[in-house]
């Protein structure tokens, strides 16, 4: 099989929130790169192309959805992707 990732990723279990437009909704990172993450949702329906996530004890990032399958999205952060409060 064909690996496409641009970083090792490795396997855990945070939780976090995925924030846009004044809401959020929580989720939990399944697995974690420098690139990027894989995201379980309780739905990815109205989830946008481009949020902030916030994994609890860390900085917002900015990223973008990759693709959704599912219960589970993947994400790729966004150059220079940690916000300043």
């Known amino acids: 099989m064909l690996e496409r990732r641009k970083a090792l990723r490795h396997r855990t279990f945070k939780g976090a929130s995925i924030e846009f437009r004044g809401g959020a909704i929580d989720c939990t990172v399944r ?3 420098e690139k ?3 995201l379980d949702v309780a739905s990815p329906v109205g989830i946008p192309d481009r949020f902030h996530l916030h994994i609890k004890g860390d900085p917002a990032r900015k990223c973008h959805l990759i693709w959704r399958k599912e ?13 300043k409060s």
């Not at 219960?71 to 916000?83: A, Y």
Request: aromatic share 6%; no cysteine; charged share 25%.
């Open 71 to 83: 219960l589970r999205i993947g994400i790729e952060f966004d150059e220079s992707s940690d916000l």
């Open 36 to 38: 990027g993450a894989t």
């Open 31 to 33: 697995n974690l790169s």
